[in-house]
């Protein structure tokens, strides 16, 4: 059976009055623990987080079979728990126009929102969370903010521009598939920044620091784990499953709690 490690974070923030438990999926790129699920389900019922966080490539654009496998599992979280869901790379491209399967994730985007989960495409929903006030903001970078050596930078500019300013009374919550602009995301003035996209680099030498990246840029910045700004944090998943390069050498597949608390 495919196996991941379950990581908890504890995230401090002075806007805080209530504890509050999220889990976090990033890059699960289709991947099945068990039979329809069952090892992920289980691990994510035993903490009963108070919303699930979607941080992007949950499906591979070339393969149709991860939407089946990503509709399932998702549809049965969202029965229990409020679930945003923030758009990566591989959304972005099959959604676009003339993707092969772009009726295919159509549907499979139709049938999540029925089932009541909250596609955040540039969006943003305030949601009280045990008497907390969040803001969840959902990023969706142009497609050439991915290009690889030469994306243009993010500007703060552009970042206000697709994504509005952050609410000063709420704890702004910021879904930001690729960790590369994180310095960005900081200046921002999101509280919580959540990323995946690397999948932790396909060699990991420490906590931070991936040898390569599976995207092939050595040693990225904000690579895995936790980084802090001024009392604002950031953590980068490791990601839930792998595509293209299924290569992880001291670098499992990890499902991330976190604990907000004061
Ligand atoms: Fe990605």
């Given amino acids: 059976m495919e196996k991941f490690r379950t990581v908890t974070y504890e995230v401090h923030n002075p806007k805080i009055k209530k504890g509050v438990r999220f889990a976090v999926l990033a890059d699960l790129h289709g991947t099945i623990f068990g039979e329809e699920n069952s090892a992920l389900l289980k691990k994510i019922q035993e903490h009963a987080p108070d919303a699930i966080l979607l941080a992007g490539d949950m499906v591979v654009r070339m393969d149709p079979s991860t939407l089946e496998s990503a509709r399932n599992l998702l549809c049965t979280l969202a029965k229990d728990f409020p679930t945003f869901y923030a758009m990566g790379n591989h959304e972005t491209k099959m959604k676009a126009e003339g993707h092969l399967y772009r009726n295919e994730y159509l549907e499979y985007k139709a049938e999540l929102k029925q089932n009541g989960i909250c596609f955040l495409e540039n969006e943003k929903i305030p949601i009280s969370l045990c008497g907390n006030l969040f803001v969840v903001n959902g990023l969706e970078l142009p497609l050439e903010y991915y290009h690889k050596p030469f994306s243009p930078e993010l500007t703060s500019e552009k970042l206000e521009e697709l994504m509005g300013k952050p609410d000063p009374a709420a704890i702004n919550i910021l879904l930001a598939h690729n960790p590369k602009y994180g310095k960005a995301y900081f200046r921002w003035g999101a509280d919580l920044i959540l990323s995946g996209h690397y999948h932790g680099g396909v060699l990991r030498f420490s906590r931070h620091v991936g040898a390569i990246s599976s995207q092939f840029i050595p040693f990225p910045q904000y690579c895995c784990g936790d980084f802090y700004k001024k009392g604002k944090c950031m953590i ?16 499992p597949r990890e499902l991330i709690f976190i604990e907000m608390k004061l």
């Avoid at 490791?238 to 001291?250: D, F, K, Q, S, W």
């Fill in 236 to 251: 980068v998943s490791a990601g839930l499953g792998e595509h293209t390069v299924p290569l992880r050498i001291h670098n």
